[in-house]
């Protein structure tokens, strides 16, 4: 994983990327080039040692608690443990909010950590105690929204960390079958190409597509000395088997799969059809 912060430099562990992407869908005979959207800080925010951001999913509503997803690993309470599972842990941890241009818009609080592991993917969703209509109200800022469709590899992306206030730009490389870091061992994983080069503290930054400014990912990891399998040095294991390592290669987890897990009023709902996020 690549590190999270605590400090300005003193990197603990994890690690993250962020992303701006180019390109736009091809012009058809009946209607102009889609530009991709501009991808900014708006909705993103800094945690104490981490990046983040405010998320929606496409059945979520205006009066829903809003969720910000981060890393597992990015926890106020530390690493989740190889096969462990967080559900609605009471949580007060607070968030700095960005705005467009990477300034503190204002301060937002959990009420519970609602899910987190590091058991197949590296992720967490904080609940918070406002709505995405309160937070649009106070702030003028929108939640962005989870895709709920696989990324696809060539696309360009952005990696938007909200503790550094840095925008990465590159695109996906492909996936990892399985990517082992440690204890922990991650499914489906996405690879990006080395201008991604993250470092630590952008930890849970959200992976956007710039064609649809949908999240598609969150930023975890990277190979930081070409160790193999070791923390800070995940590796790829294949179909077979056989491990292949890469350093200098970041990494992130999908996350369309986060949004057949979530029912009406912005509940987590492990039982739900399609969801395959570990359950307890």
């Given at each position: 994983m690549n590190r999270s912060l605590v400090g300005a430099l003193s990197a603990l562990l994890l690690g993250g990327a962020t992303l701006v992407g180019a390109g736009a869908a091809p012009a058809t005979a009946a209607s102009p080039a889609k530009a991709p959207k501009a991808v900014d800080f708006a909705g993103t925010v800094a945690l104490s040692n981490c990046s983040g951001s405010?998320?929606?999913t496409p059945g979520s509503a205006d009066g829903d608690p809003a969720l910000v997803l981060s890393n597992g690993h990015c926890l106020e309470s530390g690493f989740p443990g190889a096969g462990?599972?967080?559900v609605d842990q009471p949580s007060s941890r607070s968030f700095t909010l960005l705005t467009?241009?990477?300034g503190r818009a204002g301060t937002v609080r959990a009420s519970k950590v609602a899910y987190a592991t590091m058991t197949d993917t590296d992720i967490s969703l904080y609940q918070l105690t406002s709505t995405y209509a309160q937070i649009q109200s106070a702030y003028g800022i929108k939640a962005l929204q989870l895709s709920d469709s696989h990324p696809t590899q060539g696309s360009a992306i952005n990696v938007v960390s909200g503790y550094w206030k840095t925008i990465y730009s590159c695109n996906i490389d492909g996936f990892a079958y399985r990517l082992k870091e440690g204890d922990w061992t991650w499914k489906d994983s996405v690879r990006y190409t080395s201008a991604c080069n993250t470092i630590g503290g952008t930890s849970g930054s959200p992976v956007v597509d710039p064609a649809s400014g949908k999240v598609v990912a969150v930023n975890n990891t990277g190979?930081?000395?070409?160790?193999?399998?070791?923390?800070?040095n995940p590796c790829e294991v294949d179909e077979n088997g056989t491990v292949t390592v890469r350093k200098g290669i970041n990494y992130a987890q999908e996350t369309y799969g986060i949004t057949k897990c979530v029912t009406t009023g912005n509940k987590i709902d492990l039982n739900l059809p399609g969801c395959v996020l570990p359950k307890p």
């Amino acid at each position: 994983m690549n590190r999270s912060l605590v400090g300005a430099l003193s990197a603990l562990l994890l690690g993250g990327a962020t992303l701006v992407g180019a390109g736009a869908a091809p012009a058809t005979a009946a209607s102009p080039a889609k530009a991709p959207k501009a991808v900014d800080f708006a909705g993103t925010v800094a945690l104490s040692n981490c990046s983040g951001s405010v998320v929606r999913t496409p059945g979520s509503a205006d009066g829903d608690p809003a969720l910000v997803l981060s890393n597992g690993h990015c926890l106020e309470s530390g690493f989740p443990g190889a096969g462990e599972v967080i559900v609605d842990q009471p949580s007060s941890r607070s968030f700095t909010l960005l705005t467009a241009s990477g300034g503190r818009a204002g301060t937002v609080r959990a009420s519970k950590v609602a899910y987190a592991t590091m058991t197949d993917t590296d992720i967490s969703l904080y609940q918070l105690t406002s709505t995405y209509a309160q937070i649009q109200s106070a702030y003028g800022i929108k939640a962005l929204q989870l895709s709920d469709s696989h990324p696809t590899q060539g696309s360009a992306i952005n990696v938007v960390s909200g503790y550094w206030k840095t925008i990465y730009s590159c695109n996906i490389d492909g996936f990892a079958y399985r990517l082992k870091e440690g204890d922990w061992t991650w499914k489906d994983s996405v690879r990006y190409t080395s201008a991604c080069n993250t470092i630590g503290g952008t930890s849970g930054s959200p992976v956007v597509d710039p064609a649809s400014g949908k999240v598609v990912a969150v930023n975890n990891t990277g190979n930081e000395d070409g160790g193999r399998c070791t923390l800070n040095n995940p590796c790829e294991v294949d179909e077979n088997g056989t491990v292949t390592v890469r350093k200098g290669i970041n990494y992130a987890q999908e996350t369309y799969g986060i949004t057949k897990c979530v029912t009406t009023g912005n509940k987590i709902d492990l039982n739900l059809p399609g969801c395959v996020l570990p359950k307890p």
